[in-house]
């Protein structure tokens, strides 16, 4: 069983680098040929998906976000990050790592909030 967990701080100053962190067990992602994405859910709206590391170590973003992520892995720690720069409050939301071929597998969520 694959399970997915997010961590790191739930609240970001404006301007600041959003950081977060996906802890993996049940999967070796140095070998798993699962996709590994991020996905944010801001209040009052549906799901956008913001990119995502492939088996390969390749990635792909969001057109609109692209500029502003980044994402990597640590496999030797089983974990893939996120890092989004240039933080405003539009970018306060819950937000979800997801592995798996087709978005199979979902972490609980960890909500950020942009605020001074």
């Known amino acids: 069983q694959v399970q997915l967990q997010e961590s790191g701080p739930g609240l970001v100053k404006p301007s600041q680098t959003l950081s977060l962190t996906c802890t993996v067990s049940?999967?070796?992602?140095?070998?798993?040929?699962?996709?590994w994405s991020w996905i944010r859910q801001p209040p009052g709206k549906g799901l956008e998906w913001m990119g995502v590391i492939r088996y390969d170590g390749s990635t792909y973003y969001s057109p609109s976000l692209k500029s502003r992520t980044s994402i990597s892995r640590d496999t030797s720690k089983n974990q893939f990050s996120l890092q989004l720069s240039s933080v405003t409050t539009e970018d306060t939301a819950v937000y979800y790592c997801v592995g798996g071929p087709l978005f199979n597998y979902w972490g609980r969520g960890t909500r950020v909030t942009v605020s001074t």
């Open positions: 049940g999967d070796d992602i140095a070998t798993s040929t699962y996709s």
